[in-house]
């Protein structure tokens, strides 16, 4: 998923869907016992993440690069987060 800092309006922008997909994903882990991810949490503590590695230029990533980027980070998992969705 794709989110933004806009650092001219000072707001980060999630896509349009974000809601809808968070709150359908909620439900599913509701539904198999897990506890619901907060909304606002979830880009919050992704953004503390990113913060920690270097900056890069977007036309650098790639699929590759950015499975990469989370296997590496200092403890070999990627944390609390869900897994990639594949059917977006």
Do not use: C, W
């Not at 000072?10 to 809808?20: D, G, R």
């Not at 198999?32 to 900056?55: C, M, R, W, Y």
């Not at 990469?68 to 998992?77: H, I, L």
């Amino acid at each position: 998923m794709r989110i933004i800092i806009d650092t001219e309006q000072e707001v980060i922008a999630v896509p349009n869907s974000y809601y809808t997909q968070m709150n359908r994903d909620n439900r599913l882990i509701v539904a198999s016992g897990g506890t619901p991810i907060n909304l606002k949490g979830f880009v919050k503590d992704a953004f503390e993440k990113a913060h920690k590695q270097e900056f890069v230029r977007q036309s650098d990533l790639t699929k590759k690069s950015r499975r990469v980027a989370k296997k590496s980070n200092s403890s070999g998992s990627t944390g609390d987060l869900p897994p990639l969705r594949t059917d977006a």
